[in-house]
């Protein structure tokens, strides 16, 4: 069964950084993302990366401030955010894609998320 494992959420100040990693249960997808939800919000996409070619992809609010990157040996994806603000508050969830195409555009597995708060 594919598991997708979240850790490195936590309390941050306005400002601060956070690695959020996602560990894989050792099976090869197309793509990996992360998408954020924040409470009365719809969930919406952060950043991506394909597995083999490592292309990597940014909603606008990340890019500049987050890097995503991936160790396909270790299975294991991770997204460094910098300059965390109040409203990257959310919960973050890791998610996998096995089908191709536009990275992301469907989703096959879900993590089970991890809560980032930032304080101002």
């Known amino acids: 069964q594919v598991q997708l494992v979240e850790s490195g959420g936590g309390l941050v100040q306005a400002g601060g950084s956070l690695r959020l990693s996602c560990a894989t249960s050792g099976r090869t997808f197309y793509a990996m993302g992360w998408f954020r939800q924040a409470p009365g919000k719809e969930r919406e996409f952060v950043a991506g990366i394909t597995w083999s070619g490592g292309s990597t992809y940014y909603a606008d609010s990340a890019e500049g401030r987050c890097t995503i990157s991936r160790d396909n040996a270790k299975n294991t994806v991770w997204l460094q955010m910098n300059n965390l603000k109040p409203e990257d508050t959310a919960v973050y969830y890791c998610?996998?894609?096995?089908?191709?195409?536009?990275?992301?555009?469907?989703?096959?597995?879900w993590g089970q998320g991890t809560q980032v708060t930032v304080s101002s």
């Open positions: 998610a996998a894609d096995l089908s191709g195409g536009v990275p992301l555009l469907m989703i096959d597995y």
